[in-house]
């Protein structure tokens, strides 16, 4: 007999919405399927296995989920199982500390909002500098969206902002057992 908390969640066994693959349009558009054919009765359990992808899209599925939370009450469970990594972790946040699984195993990565760009300057002097500006807005506006996201992802945790954001730059892996031991997840099944 194995030692396992499965038995504690039995809500867990079957989840409603099940995502897999990169996080883009296409998981967008399937998690949007899924949950209008989700039963409205009872706690939602979405799982999600990723190795990141688009961040927005991230943000998009887990403010549907806290739209539906605030509008309904209706209680929503996040089970991450293998991989939840980069944009993952970014739908993760959208879930309460004390709602969130991993099953055993299972890793988190998370790390900075990466920007690759390159900024052509050509023309009158005075058309320049508003070209860098635009540029100098688009990452600190960048930033802080990337430090609202990490913010819920702490938020209940022993696992405090600075601390995450002192680790992101360099890709911050966290196995299962010690993402509990963190308190970024309730337990692990």
Do not use: C
Request: hydrophobic content about 40%; overall charge negative; glycine content about 8%.
């Amino acid at each position: 007999m194995t030692n396992s908390n499965a038995t504690n969640y039995p809500l867990l066994a079957n989840p409603q919405i099940q995502l897999h693959g990169t996080v883009d349009d296409m998981m967008y558009n399937n998690f949007k399927s899924q949950l209008a054919a989700a039963t409205g009765d009872g706690p939602l359990v979405v799982s999600i296995t990723t190795l990141g992808g688009d961040p927005e899209m991230a943000r998009a599925m887990g403010d549907t989920i806290r739209l539906l939370r605030e509008y309904t009450g209706r209680e929503t469970l996040f089970l991450g199982k293998v991989a939840v990594y980069s944009a993952g972790a970014t739908f993760m946040s959208a879930f309460p500390a004390d709602k969130r699984f991993l099953t055993r195993g299972t890793r988190l990565m998370i790390h900075e909002r990466i920007m690759n760009s390159t900024v052509q300057l050509s023309g009158p002097l005075n058309t320049l500098a508003p070209i860098l500006l635009a540029k100098l807005n688009e990452i600190q506006d960048s930033i802080r969206i990337q430090d609202e996201g990490f913010a819920a992802l702490v938020e209940g945790t022993q696992v405090n902002l600075d601390e995450l954001k002192a680790k992101a730059p360099s890709n911050w892996y966290i196995e299962a057992e010690d993402a509990r031991r963190l308190g970024l997840v309730l337990d692990i099944i």
